[in-house]
């Protein structure tokens, strides 16, 4: 069992191996108390709250390859695309896996496909650690795929319009292919070749922004450190 520890101020620690003290800034903590629940306090005195550590704990803990799609942007393709607990979903490229295995934690299944070896090995590894079951990587160019009756693809690659023709017969009419490019240019490109495919309709593209604010007694304001701009959400669904 996986454990956190969070302070008052709000840091935040995660503990893997709760046979042993921890060590922290604030003293360590015995592994006496790791087990306990609620407050434990520190040999400097720090009292710091214990949790068994669930889904989002391990997840914002997975190791990182290629640049993630932020929290922000895969709420939006979440609720935008009405996806649930019966959906079947197809995303590429895997990466860290971050989008892949958020969206697995609401869906039924989710294959994700990943072209390089060494970032495949990496979100084996962060399913493994996750306990995620019902995603399914592949070794392979997202061009290559075998699923169909997808209700939902989403496609984080360099060129996804040179993907919509081979992707577009896995999706079912009225799924959603939600595509995350970070520069215009890409957009472009890819709203332009939607539009030459008569199955699919093309409804927005947009740009998620989220503040974050400090509160510290009277001193609330925005944080000055905040995330600047992530990637551009391009919607389109099948029609036909
Ligand atoms: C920006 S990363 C994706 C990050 C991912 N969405 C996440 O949240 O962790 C882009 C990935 O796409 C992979 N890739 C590029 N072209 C691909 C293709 N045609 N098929 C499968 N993977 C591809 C790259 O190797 C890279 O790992």
């Known amino acids: 069992m996986k454990k956190v520890l969070y302070t008052k101020e709000g840091k935040k620690f995660?503990?893997?191996?709760?046979?042993?003290?921890?060590?922290?800034?604030?003293?360590?903590?015995k592994a006496a108390d790791l087990k306990k629940k609620g407050t434990i306090t520190s040999n400097t005195?720090?009292?710091?709250?214990?949790?068994?550590?669930?889904f989002i704990d391990l997840y914002q803990k997975i190791?990182?390859?290629?640049?993630?799609?932020?929290?922000?942007?895969?709420?939006?393709?979440?609720?935008?695309?009405g996806i649930g607990k019966e959906s079947k979903v197809v995303d590429a490229g895997a990466g860290s896996g971050a989008l892949a295995l958020m969206l697995a934690n609401f869906v039924k299944e989710v294959t994700t496909y990943e072209i390089r070896e060494d970032f495949y090995e990496l979100v084996k590894k962060?399913?493994?650690?996750?306990?995620?079951?019902?995603?399914?990587?592949?070794n392979k160019d997202v061009k290559e795929i075998?699923?169909?009756?997808?209700?939902?693809?989403?496609?984080?690659?360099?060129?996804?319009?040179?993907?919509?023709?081979?992707?577009k017969k896995a999706l079912k009419i009225g799924g959603f292919l939600v595509s995350y490019s970070p520069t215009t240019p890409q957009v472009t490109d890819f709203v332009n070749e939607i539009n030459h495919h008569k199955e699919f309709i093309y409804l927005e593209t947009t740009e998620i922004l989220e503040?974050?604010?400090e509160f510290s007694e009277r001193k609330v304001?925005?944080?000055?450190q905040q995330i600047g701009h992530s990637g551009?959400?391009?919607?389109?669904?099948?029609i036909s």
């Open 232 to 238: 551009f959400l391009t919607f389109v669904r099948r």
């Open 14 to 29: 995660s503990i893997k191996d709760i046979t042993k003290d921890f060590h922290s800034q604030y003293g360590f903590y």
């Open 126 to 138: 962060n399913i493994e650690n996750l306990g995620i079951k019902n995603l399914k990587i592949k």
């Open 146 to 167: 075998s699923e169909k009756n997808v209700d939902l693809i989403t496609l984080d690659i360099p060129d996804p319009w040179t993907a919509i023709e081979p992707v």
């Open 45 to 54: 005195g720090k009292e710091a709250a214990i949790l068994d550590a669930s």
């Open 63 to 81: 190791r990182r390859s290629a640049q993630i799609i932020p929290m922000k942007d895969i709420g939006s393709i979440l609720v935008k695309t």
């Open 211 to 213: 503040r974050q604010w």
């Open 221 to 224: 304001r925005p944080k000055s």
